[in-house]
């Protein structure tokens, strides 16, 4: 009998392990814990244990896939998910062959088990907000197929264990923050058919090899700071059809020509925003581009004259828009005989010459503004949707518009058109861009302007345009901005919409013409109102309470007219600009306004007073008692004035350094090839006779500015800091003839600082002409050279004896790492003798910690530059 008890026992014991939850099963719920917010209940609602599948794969929960009794698939893509996960429990997924969550907003890191997803094939996690480094171990996925990592915030350098993705076919890492060098086992992923490093901070140079993977179709490495030639060997031999290198720093591979050949494979090429320079093609190129379909080079250093593109036989898009490209617009573009171009961008060249007609028959896109191309507009415009020829030198009238066809965008702004608008409706029935601004236009405004139904936006400001406002204008059902400032209309604003009707107007500018009477009442029923500007003019009485009906107004400026009465109350809570100074308003500011500064009401409004305050602007710094600008000529004198005590006192300063120099021994003039000298104090303790600049270690000043009092040093402190320096170190001071600088004794300041910290942050360099390591830029000796409203300079003294200049950013200047890498990377492309060098920068692991290195410019003296001669006093 116990011996029975005891089997049945056993039974019950085995049936009840049957039924625990398998591995892939606690695997899942451990991955459910991390979801905070689940918008639509997909996974929460579905993965519970009411639900699950005791046969090992819970074939019933959402996004999830089974192969037999294990879990091959989770698929949670496009969900809203909030979630903070750890994703190691996927290891546990013995089968699991697909991972895919992407667009949501999930946190986490790869983990450094990943290695152990052994059957894992496709992973997709882009679009979140996961972050840290690459874990060597990625690279043990060798039946990983289809990879994307992109839009996350991943940072570090690759892995050169990537090299294990044998089986690797689609890597996508772009819009993350990698950054150093491209490990060379890149190029040696023989099967990659589409590699994404886009928009990341990638260094150094391309790797050579990728033109061997002959598998490869899409080559994208946009948006880094890669250095170096271009591979001519990758353009010749490589099977890739999209090649896009743009946003780097790359240069031609020789001065003569751009490309050595380029493959027949290749359909679209994107080599813009790089410093590419010479000619675009010489005499034996002509095929070069002859199989390109996309072909964008804008935004480089090219130069020379255009070809006509007539072998390019399927080329359809053309950008080279910001280069130094001159002579003539060739005609083979224009009329497309045997082109299939239909998107051209020349602007921002040296083009000139006239542009007398445009026949092609597929050109949609055309875009040759900011040239210097003169004569008359284009008798026709072929298939042109788009035109823009804004700011060039083109002249006559409009009349030859008639003839143009069907345009949708049309800019010819800022040229030196003259006469009216034409009163021509057919042509322009698809028109919904209009830009006729900073040209001389006269006449009144065209009827017909309101007969365009897609116009969306008219700006004839900048012109000579007279007459009145029209109704119709205002009450165009499908105008969302109207530009008429700078202009001659005058009369009154004249404004009485249908109660049915709907206004899609969303920015009206009449300022700085000659209307007048009152403010439109019914303005309020411009819902969607963002920006109302009606500045000087001569409008007359009070504003009507219903502008508090205007809820959508974001900008708002009556200044400069003669409206009186109290402001309204409870103005839009959304307005970000406010201006009604220059007025007759009275009364008190309402509450929600009073956060403006006091030149939004101020000059002028005598009687317009703050809560709380007295009436007028006499309490106020700089406040006028007119209600109109003060008088242009007397604005002249002053400034004249001002020009002339100038000269003067230069003058004298001259004169005086004159005297000085001629009553000097001759044993105290050196020549101007004398060196820099410093003198040691050892002491720690400032001299009274002797006269030096501030110098301190980089060190130092990242203490320092750890405390927000050391932002910035007033005069008393200065005076009050002349007892010594920081005990911590051997501070010395140091004068440079060279450097037009001397310090009194009673003037000499020091950094309040406390114990010193090392740059630990990482710092990047732009080009080769300097190298250092952070620690040697911590311990470089750093003067003091001023402050300004982005932060305070220093001449930092390297290891080498060679000066930089080193400006230390005020916290909340910066912008976001990557947006401030790609900025620095595009200031130090200018090259210009008046602009300094951009050398490098750091990026420290606090808000306050962002430093830009340039070159040292020595400041120089007057004696020195008239006479030759370096002084000592």
């Known amino acids: 009998m116990n011996l029975l008890r005891l089997l049945l026992l056993s039974l019950f014991f085995l049936s009840g392990m049957g039924q625990l939850p398998s591995q892939d099963i606690l695997a899942l719920l451990a991955f459910k814990k991390g979801i905070k917010h689940d918008p639509t209940g997909y996974v929460l609602e579905s993965w519970n244990e009411e639900s699950i599948d005791f046969n090992g794969c819970p074939s019933s929960w959402n996004g999830i896939v089974c192969n037999g009794e294990n879990v091959a698939g989770v698929v949670l893509d496009n969900l809203g998910l909030s979630a903070d996960v750890d994703l190691s429990v996927f290891a546990n997924l013995t089968l699991l062959v697909k991972l895919s969550m992407a667009n949501n907003s999930i946190t986490g890191k790869i983990p450094d088990n990943v290695g152990d997803f052994k059957s894992l094939q496709f992973m997709d996690v882009s679009n979140n907000l996961f972050s840290s480094s690459l874990p060597p171990g990625i690279g043990k996925l060798g039946r990983l197929r289809n990879l994307s990592l992109a839009g996350n915030n991943f940072s570090g350098s690759l892995p050169d264990s990537i090299s294990g993705f044998v089986s690797i076919q689609s890597l996508d890492l772009s819009r993350n923050s990698f950054s150093g060098p491209l490990p060379m086992s890149l190029a040696r992923l023989n099967n990659l058919v589409y590699l994404n490093l886009s928009s990341n901070e990638f260094t150094k140079r391309i790797p050579k090899g990728f033109e061997l993977i002959s598998s490869l179709q899409v080559f994208d490495l946009h948006g880094n700071m890669f250095d170096g030639h271009l591979d001519g060997l990758f353009f010749l031999e490589t099977n890739a059809s999209h090649v896009d290198i743009s946003g780097n720093m790359l240069v031609s591979s020789s001065s003569q020509r751009l490309l050595p050949g380029m493959s027949g494979s290749i359909k679209l090429l994107n080599l813009s925003h790089n410093q590419l320079s010479g000619s675009l093609l010489n005499g034996g190129d002509v095929q070069l581009f002859a199989s390109v379909k996309v072909l964008d080079l804008s935004y480089n250093r090219l130069s020379g004259e255009l070809p006509g593109f007539d072998f390019a036989y399927e080329l359809q898009v053309l950008r080279l828009s910001n280069n130094k490209f001159s002579g003539s617009v060739p005609n083979d573009l224009l009329k497309g005989d045997s082109l299939l171009l239909n998107e051209l961008d020349l602007s921002a060249n040296n083009l000139s010459g006239p542009i007398s007609m445009i026949m092609s028959t597929t050109l949609r896109v055309l875009d040759l503004s900011s040239n210097a191309l003169v004569g008359e507009l284009p008798l026709v415009t072929g298939s042109c949707a788009v035109l823009h020829l804004s700011n060039n030198r083109f002249e006559g009238n409009l009349t030859r518009m008639v003839k143009w066809g069907d345009i949708e965008y049309l800019d010819l702004s800022q040229n030196h058109l003259t006469g009216p608008i034409p009163e021509i409706a057919p042509q322009f029935l698809r028109l919904n861009y209009l830009n006729l601004s900073h040209n001389s236009l006269t006449s009144s405004l065209p009827k017909v302007i309101t007969q ?27 105008l969302q901005e109207i530009h008429l400032e700078n202009n001659l209309l005058d009369g009154a604003i004249v404004f009485s919409p249908p109660s049915n009707s709907k206004s899609n107007l969303q920015v009206i500018d009449l300022s700085h013409n000659q209307l007048d009477g009152y403010f439109p009442d019914r303005f309020d029923s411009l819902s969607g109102l963002q920006v109302l500007n009606l500045a000087g003019n001569n409008l007359s009485g009070s504003l009507p309470s219903s502008m508090a009906d205007m809820s959508s107004l974001i900008s708002l400026d009556l200044s400069g007219n003669h409206f009186t009465g109290p402001l309204p109350n409870n103005l839009s809570e959304n307005i970000g600009s406010f ?14 306004l009073t956060w403006f500064p006091s030149s939004s009401f101020y000059p002028g409004n005598n009687r317009l007073r703050l809560p709380n305050g007295p009436p007028g602007p006499n309490n106020l710094p700089g406040g006028h008692s007119g209600g109109k600008p003060i008088n242009t000529i007397v604005k ?25 120099t001629r009553s000097k021994p001759p044993s105290q003039v050196t020549n101007t090839g004398a060196r820099r000298h410093s003198q040691t104090n050892p002491s720690g303790t400032s001299g009274t006779g002797k006269a030096g600049a501030l110098v301190v270690s980089a060190e130092d000043l990242v203490a320092s500015k750890k405390g927000p009092s050391s932002e910035i040093i007033s005069p008393d402190e200065k005076i009050a800091a002349v007892t010594g320096f920081s005990p911590a170190k051997h501070s010395h001071l140091s004068w440079s003839p060279e450097s037009g600088d001397s310090f009194a004794a009673e003037t000499l300041a020091r950094l309040e600082v406390g114990s010193p910290d090392r740059l630990v942050g990482d710092l990047y360099f732009l080009d080769d002409t300097i190298t250092m390591t952070p620690e040697e830029l911590s311990r470089a000796p750093a003067e003091v050279l001023g402050r300004s409203s982005h932060g305070t300079s220093y001449r930092a003294t390297l290891d080498s004896g060679v000066f930089i200049t080193v400006k230390w950013l005020r916290e909340g200047v910066a912008k976001q790492r990557k947006e401030f890498a790609k900025e620095a990377k595009k200031f130090a492309n200018i090259r210009h003798p008046n602009v300094v060098g951009l050398r490098g920068y750091y990026w420290g692991p606090t808000q306050h910690e962002k430093l830009i290195l340039s070159d040292y410019i020595s400041p120089g003296s007057l004696a020195s530059f008239l006479y030759g001669k370096i002084l000592i006093f």
């Open 636 to 660: 002249v004198v002053v400034i004249v004035a001002c020009v002339i005590a100038l000269l003067i006192l230069i003058m004298l300063a001259i004169f005086i350094l004159y005297i000085r």
């Open 579 to 592: 201006n009604v100074s220059y007025n007759d308003l009275s009364g008190v500011v309402p509450e929600n």
């Open 452 to 478: 365009y139904p897609k116009l969306r936006v008219l700006d004839l400001s900048s012109n000579q345009l007279d007459g009145s406002m029209s109704t119709d204008l205002l009450m165009s059902p499908t």
